[in-house]
């Protein structure tokens, strides 16, 4: 009988050990899944001074657009918060968008090879972001699941885990494409 009590002190022991560390795992998770969204997010930054010297090259006319590109990157490179950092992206995405539709109107600036270059590298690091943004999503919901569930969720306090909050980079009634007038 004693033995019977004692195996079922250290089950319960182990089965707490194990959802203890679940939960940490899945926070450390989502914490680095933000990291590397932070990461292609600065690699985009780091593209974009070159990309407007470019366009400007071309377009020298199109201050306005310059302008709100670079206002917009320096607010991404400066938000710190989850919903900071996706509003930030979310107005960079917009404002680059808006460049690159000035771009289309210029053959010669299409034709450059360094123009050609920095949008196949921008459009890289888009798809690195977009990679990013899914995965940092997809280990938020893990986390949240996880918390939110029996057993795990009689452990999340104990282990100071709370939900995450997904990234969403805009509102879905801006999702118009911005126009350009010359």
Do not use: C, W
């Amino acid at each position: 009988m004693e033995y019977i009590v004692i195996g079922a002190v250290i089950l319960l022991v182990l089965f707490f050990i194990a959802q203890y560390n679940r939960l940490i795992r899945l926070n450390i998770t989502v914490d680095e899944a933000f990291a590397q969204i932070e990461v292609q997010l600065k690699r985009r930054a780091d593209l974009i001074p070159n990309l407007v010297e470019t366009v400007k090259g071309y377009a020298a006319h199109e201050q306005s657009t310059f302008d709100a590109v670079v206002t917009a990157r320096a607010k991404a490179t400066s938000a710190t918060t989850i919903a900071d950092v996706a509003a930030a992206d979310g107005a960079l995405t917009n404002a680059l968008k808006g460049l690159l539709a000035v771009a289309e109107a210029y053959p010669d600036l299409k034709a450059s090879a360094n123009f050609l270059s920095l949008q196949e590298e921008l459009s890289t690091t888009e798809n690195k972001v977009s990679f990013a943004r899914q995965f940092y999503n997809d280990t938020v919901r893990s986390l949240n699941t996880a918390v939110k569930t029996i057993p795990t969720s009689f452990f999340a306090g104990f282990a100071k885990v709370d939900a995450r909050d997904f990234y969403e980079v805009e509102n879905p009634t801006d999702r118009n494409v911005p126009g350009v007038k010359f």
